[in-house]
C-alpha cells in the first residue's frame, strides 16, 4: 500500500540531484513484474539479497517502501546535519560586511590623504623648511626668547640690520668701495679741531661731481670748520680744500694750486667761495650739504638751497691724507662724503630717512671710518715727525742766518734807524713860544721861515724852506733831519711865516716816517683842532684837513693805487726816503700827490662851496710842526728838503727833476734811493759760503732784517734784500694778459702698455720712449676758428682755393679731429709755401729753426709734422680755455708794441717726470698753429755735466731762430721760474731776449721777428714731453725788465713752496672710474625690499592710573626742574615745557576706530596698519636701517636720537623682512614682533612664504589634483549608493555623521582644488608681479617725489601682504580638511576590532572622560588663580593668565619651575599642585585610559568571528571570490534573513534556500562548506556511535550515502514509483508546512517581543502577564522544551518542525 511521508518525495528527488543520475527512472504502466528488466543478483546496502525480493513480490513492495524511507531519512539528517551557528555566522557575516566597506572606504581614503601630502609636498616642498631654517639662522631668530629689556631688543635690532644688509645682493657687504665715506658717524663735541689721519682714507673730492652732508649744531654767528685738508700743518690758514659753516657758508680751496701769481690778488693764496646772503641758522642741529661741480658750488641748509656760486675753476686734491675734522664749538652728529652731486629729492630723503632711498634699498652704505689705536699713533707721530722737521728746518735757518751775520764785516747804511753823517736833530736851542697850548710838555718857535725864499735851481721855482738854519742848529740846508718831538713840540713862528701861501701851492718834501702823523698844519688857535689847513701822512694815504662850521672836516685824500705793491710803496714804515710832492689848487678845486717825481693820484675837495684853504694870521693863529693842536699825532721820522712853493703849482717836469736830481748838501749823493727799471738787478748765480743765493736772502729776510749786512750780500741781491726798491712810476697802458689755465696743472702722459718699449730707474718707474711721451694741449677756440673758415672762407690753409670746406666736416668734430684732418689735408696738398718734403721721410716738416732742433735734439721735441703722431698726442683734458679770444690779436698787439713776456713755473710731479739718470729734463713748445706747425719758442732743460736751460725763439722771415741758454739745473724737489721776454730794454735802451731762470737771466739778441700763425690766432697748443707739474702760464704784451721778474719770483717763491700741485692730472680725474671690491653673493635668497619697522604707541601722559602716580609725576619734574635747570646751567626747552619728556605714565593706543589724531613721533603721523600683525592699529613706520644706522634724524629742525626710538611708550613693534629664492621661486617673509609692558619684551617671530609652482611642479600638481577630485567622485558615489539602498533616516546617528563627513569631504576637497589649481597656474605671474613691483620702486628717481616712491613701496607692500594672508588662509584650509580626512580615516579603523581599539577606548570612557575633564578644569584654574594672584608680580612664569596655564602645563608634564626652592609659599605651592594634579589627577586620567582599554581587550577575547588583520583581510578577498564563483547572494542579503531568525539556532540548506529561490543547492553546500572550516560557525554534535556527523568529513559522508542511494535506486527502478506520494498527499503536506510556517512566524515575533519586554521590565512582572495569557504556550518551560526535543526525533512532526525551523 502507498506510503503517504510529507516530504519524502521531495527528500528522494534531494538524493537524486544530489547523486548527479542523469538517466532518469522510465515509468511503464503497463509493465509487469515479468517483463522487468533483471539485473545482476547483488546486495543492497540494506543487507538483503535482490532474488529474496523477487520470490514475494509483496513483501518486495513493503520492503522497497521502507528502503526508500530509510534512505531518504538518513538523507535528510545529513542535510540538516550540515548546519552552522547562526548567530557566529551573522557575526561573521557583519564582520565582512564592516570590514569590506571600512576597508574600502579606508583605501579610497588614505588614497586621498597621500595624494593631498603629496600635492601640499609638492606645493611647499622641502626647501622651504631649508628657507626658514637659514633665515633662522642668519637673523638669529632663536635668541628672541632671551630678549626681555628694550636694551637687548634694540641691540637684536642692530644686529639685525647688519645680518639684513648681508641679505642685500648690491649692498656694501658684496659692493666695497672706499670712495663714498662715512667720515664721522657718531655725534661728538669738538673743543677744538681734530687732526685725523687713518691709513688707507681717500676719497675723490676731484671727481667731476661730489657732495659733503653733515648734520651740525653750534652756537649762532660762530664761525667753525667742519673738514678741510690743510696745505701745511703749520699754516692752518690754508686749505687744499676746507669746508665752513658759519653766518655766510664757505668753501676755501686752492691753496695747494692757485693759479693767481701777482699782486693783483693781494695776499691771497687761495680761492673763497662765500653765500651772498646771511644764512639763517635755526636752533638745534641741521643738515647742511655742500654741493661741488666743475664750475658750481651749491650750499643746502635743511631742504633748502640757501647758495649758489659760481667757480672759476674746478676743484681739485692735494697729496696727503690728513683730514682736519671739527671746530670749537662744534657738536657734529654725522659727516659724510658722496662722490657724486645730491639732487634736491636725495637731499629731502636723506633730511627725512638719515639716507637716500636708493642706499636704503639696496643695503649700500657709506665707508665707516673707525680710528683704531694704530691711526692714532700714526697720526701722533705724524704731527710730531712734521714738528720736527718744522723744528728742523727753522734750527737749520736759524743757524745759517747766525751763521751768515757773525761770518760777515756788518756795516750800516742808515737804515737801523741811527743818523748817519748827513743826518742832523734838531736842535733844542730853540726859542720858547710866548703862547703854548695847554697840553703840550714843551713849546718852541721855529723862526726864519720868511727869510728862506729862494728859488730852486732845479724847478726854477721859488719856495719857503721850512727847515729853516734856525731849526738845523748851523747845518747846511736841505740836510736830513730826524724828527722825534712828542714831548718837545715846535711850532711856527707867525711873525717869520708867511702870512699869505696864495690859492694854488706846493708842498715838496723827502720823508721816510715811521709812524703816522701830522707834517704841519695852520690852526685858527692852539687848544682847538680846526685846522686851516693840515697835512697828515698815514699808512698809504695823504690828507688834507680844513674846518668847517667849527669841525674839522677832510678836504681831500690820496692814497696808492690798487695793484700796487704796498710793501714797495707804502708811505709809513718804509726803509727807503722818498720824495713827495703836493699840489693844492683852489682854483681848480683839487688836490695832487706825487711819489718819486710822479703822480700817484688827484682828489678834489670834498667841502662843497666857496671858501679860501689858507687863512690870515691872527693873535691865535697856532703853525704847528710835527703834530696838530693841542699836541696830538705827532709824526716821527726823517724829513729832508721840507719847501713850500707858495702861490705856485709845480708841473710834472719840476717834480721830476726835483725827484731824479735832488742832492744830499753834505755828500753829493743824489736822494733817490729807489730804483727805476734796468738799473739794478740781483746776480742769480751768487751763492755764499754756505751756497745760499739771492733767494733764500729773500725769504729769511722777513725772519731776520739783520741777514742781509755782508757787502757781498748787498752788492749781488740788491732786489733780494730789498737794498733798493723799485720808484714809483705810472702805471703804462694796461698791458693785455692772456692766461693759459688759471691754476696749477698737473700733465701727465700715459705710461706705455708695452714695458719692453721703456726702461726703468732704481725706484721702478717706467721711463717712456720718446715717442710716447709727448703731450698737446690745444686752445679750447681752434676748432671754431677752423670750422669759421671752413662754413664761411674759402682760403684754405695752405692758400688754395678751395680751402677745407669741402674736405672736412668741421661743424659735426672736436678739436683734435679738426687739426688732424687739417694736417692730413696739408700733408697730402704739399703746399711749398708752408712745408718741405724731406726726401727720405714722406712727412712734413716746418720750415724754421724747429728743423733745427729735431736734428740737434733727437727724441726731445715732438715732431707735429707727422698727422698721426699729433693726433696720439693730443690730450683734450689739458685743453685750455681763451678767455675773451686773446689769441687772435694778441700777435697784433705784440707785434704793435715789439714787447712780450711770458712767465710760468715748473716743478717734476713724480718719479715718472724724471729721465734715465733721475733729472728733470722737460721740454716745452709754444705753437702758434698746429697744421701747419708754426712754432714759436721752445723752452726746455738739460742735465748731465753741464746742465742748462735754453730757449729757441722761432722767427718768422729768418732761416734761423734765436737761441739762449742759462746754466743750471732743474729742482727735483723745488718750483723752477720761468720767464722769456722779448723786446726788454737794457741799461742803454736797446731791446734784447732775455731767459730768466729763478732770477738767473741771460740776455740775446733781439730778433728781426717772430712767428705769427697764419690762422690769425697767437697760441694753439702746448707740447710738453714729461710728466709735470705747470703754473698758469703769463701772456704779457709787455717786456718786464730782469728786475721786475727777480722781484716776482722772490715774492711767489715762498708760496710756490707751499703749492704742492694737484695730486691727480685731469685726465685721470676725470676718466676716472671708482671701482668696487666685489665679493661673490652666496646666498641662497636675498631682500627684494628694505627693513621695515613698526611700533605702536601709547601717548604719553601725566594722568596716571593713581593720584600718588600724578603727585609724583609732578613732583620730580619741578626738582628736575630746579636741581638742574638753574643758573649758569639750562636744559633744553622741551624739559621745561613738557612734564612728559622726564617721566610719563602711559595712555592707550589707538585701533582702527580712534578718530582723534595721533601724535606726531620722529616727525612722522601714524597711519593705520591695513595687514600684518598689526592690523588696525595707528602705527608708526620706519625704514630699519634709518633707525640703527643713522645716530641721528633731524625731523622738523629738531635733532632726534634713534637710540629713543623706542621707548617705553612702546606697545608694540614689528620688523618685516621680505627675501626671494631664486632657485625655488619662493618669496618669504619673516616677521619679527615685539610686545613691550613695563620695558620687558616678549619677542616672537614668523616666516611666511609664497612659492610659484611652475613646470614640472604644476604638472605634476595638476596630476595629483586631477586623482583627488576622481577619488572624491568615487566616494560621492558610494556614499549616494548607501543613501539609496539603506536610506537616510532609517540608519543610525552615528552612521549619518559619517555620511555627512564623506558628503563634506566629497564637495569642499575637489573644489579646493580646483581653487589650488588655478592659483598655483597663476602663481608664477603673481610672484613675479610683486617682485617687479618691489624690485622696481624708482628709488633713485629724481622726477617722483619722497612721498610718491614711499607710496608705491607701500603699495606694493600691501599686495604681498594680502597675497600672503590668502596664502595663509589656504594653507590653514589645506590644514583643516586634513585633519577632516585623517580623522575619518581613524574613524574607519573601527571596521576590524584589532585596530580599532582607539576609537572603542575612546567611547567605552566617553562618560569617565567627561566628569574627569570637569574635576580637572575645576582644580587646574584653582590653581592658576592661586599662582597668578599670589606669585605674578614676582616670578616671570606666573606674569599672566596665558603665562600660568603655561607653566601649570609643564609642571603636569614633569617640569618644576626655575625658582622651586627659594622661597617657602611658592614652594608649598609647587609640591601641593604636583601632588594634586601630578601624583593624582593625571593618574586618574592613565586609570580610566587603561580600564577603557581593558574592556576593548575583553571584549575582542570574547569576540569569536574576529581574526588578525590580515588574516581576515585575505579571508574577506577570498570570500569575494568564492562568492564570484558559487554566485552566492550578498552578505548583506543573508543577513536580511539571519538576522530576523533569532528562534533558530543552526543555519542548513532549507534557511538558506529561504535567502533566494534562485539560490542552488550547490552553491547553498558550498557556502556551508566554506564557512563551516571557522571552528565557531560549524556544528559538531555527539551520537551514540560517537561523533555522527564530523564537519571536515562532510562531503565524504555525503558523497557515500548518495552513492548507495543511487545504488538501491538502479535495482529496483520500480521502488521509485512505488514509494513516490500522490497529488493529493503532496498538497495536504504543502498547506500543512505553509500552516506552520505562520505559526513559527507569529512565534518568532511573539518570542521577540518578550526578549524586549525582560529587557526593559522586571523579570517577574513579565511573567506574571504572561501566564495570564494561557495562549502563549511558549512561556511554559516544559511546552517549550518538549517542542525543542522533538527536533532529533525521527517522527514526521520532528521532521517538520526542523524543516520549517
Known sequence: MPIVLSGTRDAAMDVLEDSGTTAPVQKNEDSSPASTRKTPSTTSATGFSMKAIDKNPTWKLELAARIIQRLVIKKLRLDNRTRLVRTALVERLQLEVRLGKGIRLMLCFMALFGLMISADVIETSAAKLKLTDHYRRTFELDKLNGIQKIAELKSYLRN??????????????????????????????????????????????????????????????????????????????????????????????????????????????????????????????????????????????????????????????????????????????????????????????????????????????????????????????????????????????????????????????????????????????????????????????????????????????????????????????????????????????VASFPSSIGPVWSLSFWARASTSGFLIGKF?????????????????????????????????????????????????????????????????????????????????????????????????????????????????????????????????????????????????????????????????????????????????????????????????????????????????????????????????????????????????????????????????????????????????????????????????????????????????????????????????????????????????????????????????????????????????????????????????????????????????????????????????????????????????????????????????????????????????????????????????????????????????????????????????????????????????HARMKRRTGPSRSDAERLQAQLMYSREPFQEPSFLVAPPILQQVRIQKSTECSSDAGRFALERMWEQALSTRCHLPFTCDADLKADPTSLLACGGAHRSRHDDDLAPKWFGQEPHVALAGDLEGFHVYTEFLVSITDMPVLVREDRALRTQAYI?????????????????????????????????????????????????????????????????????????????????????????RVQLIMDIGIGLVVPAFYVVRSFQNAASGALVKDMLRQLLEVPWSADSLSYAEKEGQFFHALHDLEISLLTETFMHLFAFFVSWAVLLRIMQLTSAHPRIAVLINTVVYGIDDFWHFLILFLLLFMGFCLIAKTLFGPEHHEFETYGETLKAQFLMCLGSVPDDFGTEMEFTIYVVVFNFVMFFLVVNFLLAIIVESYLRVKQDIEQMNAEQEFFTDMGAVMFTLAKRWRHAWPKARTILRVLEPAVAKQHVDLALLKEVSGSWSRKSRHAFLDFYGRFDHIGVREQTKRGTYWDQPNERKNTKKATHNLEASLALSPALVELGRPSDAARDDALQHQFQLQRQLHVQVQELTALIHELRTQPKRTVLETRARDRDFRLTDPKHAESLHDQQDDGTQSGSNYRRLV
Open 1207 to 1295: 621707548d617705553q611708550q612702546t606697545t608694540h613693534m614689528a620688523v618685516q623682512l621680505v627675501l626671494f629664492a631664486p632657485e625655488h621661486g619662493i618669496i618669504s617673509e619673516v616677521n619679527i614682533g615685539g610686545h613691550l609692558d613695563s620695558g620687558n619684551v616678549e619677542a616672537e617671530y614668523h616666516v611666511r612664504h609664497i612659492s610659484s609652482v611652475e613646470g614640472l611642479k604644476l604638472m605634476a600638481y595638476s596630476i595629483l589634483g586631477a586623482l583627488v577630485v576622481l577619488i572624491c567622485c568615487v566616494v560621492m558615489f558610494d556614499t549616494w549608493r548607501r543613501i539609496c539602498l539603506q536610506g537616510f533616516t532609517s540608519l543610525c546617528m552615528t552612521a
Open 160 to 493: 639685525l640690520s647688519a645680518a639684513s644688509n648681508t641679505m642685500q645682493v648690491s649692498s656694501s657687504s658684496y659692493f666695497v668701495n672706499r670712495d663714498q665715506v662715512m667720515i664721522v658717524s657718531d655725534p661728538a663735541f669738538y673743543e677744538h679741531s681734530h687732526y685725523m689721519d687713518v691709513k688707507g682714507l681717500s676719497f675723490p673730492v676731484d671727481a667731476v661731481e661730489v657732495s659733503f652732508l653733515a648734520w651740525v649744531q653750534v652756537d649762532a654767528g660762530r664761525r667753525v670748520n667742519l673738514l678741510g685738508r690743510r696745505l701745511d700743518k703749520q699754516v692752518s690758514s690754508l686749505s687744499c680744500w676746507s669746508w665752513i659753516y658759519g653766518p655766510e657758508m664757505e668753501f676755501d680751496f686752492g691753496a695747494h694750486d692757485y693759479g693767481h701769481l701777482h699782486d693783483s690778488h693781494g695776499s691771497a693764496d687761495q680761492e673763497v667761495i662765500r653765500t651772498a646772503t646771511r644764512a639763517y641758522h635755526p636752533p638745534g642741529m641741521h643738515l647742511v650739504v655742500l654741493v661741488i661741480r666743475q664750475d658750481t658750488v651749491e650750499f643746502w641748509q635743511n631742504e633748502s638751497l640757501v647758495g649758489h656760486t659760481k667757480l672759476s675753476r674746478p676743484v681739485t686734491d692735494c697729496i696727503g691724507s690728513g683730514l682736519e675734522v671739527g671746530g670749537s664749538g662744534l657738536l657734529l652728529g654725522m659727516l659724510s662724503f658722496f662722490p657724486w652731486a645730491l639732487g634736491a629729492a636725495e637731499i629731502h630723503e636723506i633730511y627725512v630717512q638719515g639716507n637716500t632711498l636708493e642706499f636704503i634699498a639696496s643695503g649700500a652704505e657709506l665707508f665707516k671710518i673707525k680710528e683704531t689705536g694704530f691711526d692714532l699713533l700714526h697720526e701722533q707721530g705724524t704731527l710730531r715727525q712734521s714738528s720736527a722737521e718744522t723744528h728742523h728746518h727753522e734750527s737749520q735757518q736759524s743757524r745759517s742766518v747766525s751763521h751768515a751775520i757773525t761770518n760777515e764785516v756788518i756795516y750800516s747804511l742808515g737804515e737801523s734807524g741811527h743818523a748817519d753823517d748827513g743826518e742832523i736833530r734838531i736842535s733844542d736851542q730853540v726859542p720858547e713860544l710866548t703862547t703854548c697850548p695847554t697840553k703840550s710838555a714843551a713849546c718852541r718857535y721855529i723862526e726864519g721861515v720868511s727869510e728862506t725864499w729862494q728859488m730852486d735851481p732845479l724847478s726854477s721855482a721859488y719856495f719857503y724852506d721850512l727847515l729853516p738854519p734856525s731849526l738845523l742848529g748851523g747845518a747846511s740846508a736841505g740836510s736830513l733831519v730826524e724828527v722825534h718831538l712828542e714831548r718837545n713840540r715846535h711850532a711856527y713862528s
Open 524 to 1052: 685858527h688857535d692852539p687848544e682847538h683842532d680846526l685846522p686851516c689847513w693840515s697835512v697828515q701822512i698815514e699808512g698809504d694815504k695823504l690828507k688834507l684837513f680844513t674846518s668847517s662850521h667849527e669841525h674839522r672836516v677832510l678836504l681831500a685824500m690820496v692814497s696808492i693805487p690798487e695793484g700796487r705793491s704796498q710793501r714797495d710803496f707804502a708811505f709809513v714804515g718804509t726803509t727807503l726816503l722818498r720824495h713827495f710832492v703836493i699840489v693844492i689848487d683852489e682854483l681848480s678845486r683839487v688836490m695832487s700827490v706825487h711819489l718819486d717825481g710822479h703822480q700817484i693820484g688827484a682828489d678834489p675837495f670834498r667841502v662843497v662851496g666857496a671858501f679860501r684853504v689858507d687863512c690870515p694870521h691872527s693873535n691865535g693863529t697856532y703853525i704847528a710842526f710835527a703834530h696838530r693842536t693841542p699836541g696830538s699825532q705827532d709824526f716821527i721820522g726823517q724829513l729832508q728838503q721840507f719847501r713850500l712853493y707858495a702861490n705856485t703849482v709845480l708841473n710834472d717836469s719840476q717834480i721830476l727833476a726835483l725827484a731824479e736830481a735832488s742832492e744830499d748838501p753834505k755828500t753829493g749823493r743824489k736822494l733817490r734811493q729807489c730804483f727805476k727799471p734796468g738799473e739794478i738787478q740781483d746776480d742769480g748765480s751768487f751763492r755764499d759760503e754756505q751756497f745760499h743765493g739771492c733767494t733764500w736772502y729773500a725769504e729769511m729776510l722777513p725772519i731776520a732784517p739783520q741777514i742781509c749786512l755782508s757787502d757781498a750780500v748787498r752788492a749781488n741781491c740788491q732786489i733780494a734784500c730789498k737794498v733798493a726798491r723799485p720808484c714809483f712810476a705810472p702805471l703804462k697802458m694796461a698791458a693785455d694778459v692772456g692766461m693759459v689755465w688759471n691754476r696749477i696743472m698737473r700733465l701727465s702722459t700715459p705710461l706705455s702698455t708695452d714695458s719692453s718699449d721703456g726702461r726703468r730707474l732704481a725706484g721702478g718707474s717706467l721711463i717712456r720712449p720718446n715717442h710716447e711721451k709727448f703731450k698737446m694741449c690745444l686752445a679750447e677756440s681752434v676748432a671754431s676758428g677752423r670750422r669759421q673758415a671752413s662754413a664761411g672762407s674759402t682760403q684754405g690753409v695752405s692758400g688754395s682755393s678751395d680751402g677745407l670746406a669741402e674736405h672736412i666736416p668741421a661743424l659735426v668734430m672736436t678739436d683734435s679731429e679738426v687739426i688732424v684732418k687739417s694736417c692730413q689735408y696739408l700733408e697730402a696738398s704739399r703746399d711749398p709755401r708752408s712745408y718741405v718734403a724731406e726726401s727720405r721721410k714722406q712727412s712734413l716738416r716746418p720750415a724754421d729753426g724747429a728743423l733745427y732742433l729735431l736734428h740737434e735734439y733727437p727724441g726731445m721735441f715732438q715732431n707735429v709734422t707727422d698727422c698721426e703722431s699729433l693726433r696720439q698726442s693730443i690730450d683734450s683734458h689739458c685743453a685750455f680755455q681763451v678767455e675773451n679770444d686773446w689769441t687772435k690779436h694778441f700777435d697784433e698787439i705784440v707785434e704793435r708794441s715789439g714787447q712780450l713776456t711770458i712767465s710760468f713755473w715748473v716743478r717734476p710731479s713724480s718719479p715718472n717726470s724724471l729721465n734715465s739718470r733721475g733729472e728733470f729734463t722737460p721740454s716745452i713748445q709754444f705753437l702758434a698753429g698746429v697744421a701747419p706747425p708754426e712754432v714759436f719758442l721752445t723752452v726746455w732743460a738739460e742735465g748731465g755735466l753741464f746742465p742748462k736751460v735754453a730757449a729757441y725763439f722761432h722767427t718768422h722771415n729768418a732761416s734761423s731762430g734765436e737761441y739762449l741758454e742759462v746754466g743750471t739745473r732743474l729742482s727735483l724737489d723745488d718750483w723752477t721760474h720761468i720767464s722769456v721776454t722779448f723786446g726788454s730794454k737794457d741799461a742803454k735802451g736797446h731791446s734784447e731776449l732775455t731767459l730768466v731762470v729763478n732770477g738767473m737771466a741771460i740776455a740775446g739778441d733781439f730778433p728781426e721777428s717772430w712767428v705769427r700763425s697764419r690762422n690769425a690766432n697767437f697760441l694753439e697748443a702746448i707740447s710738453f714731453s714729461s710728466e709735470m707739474l705747470i703754473s698758469p702760464v703769463e701772456f704779457r704784451s709787455t717786456a718786464l725788465h730782469v728786475s721786475d721778474l727777480q722781484s716776482f719770483h722772490y715774492n711767489e
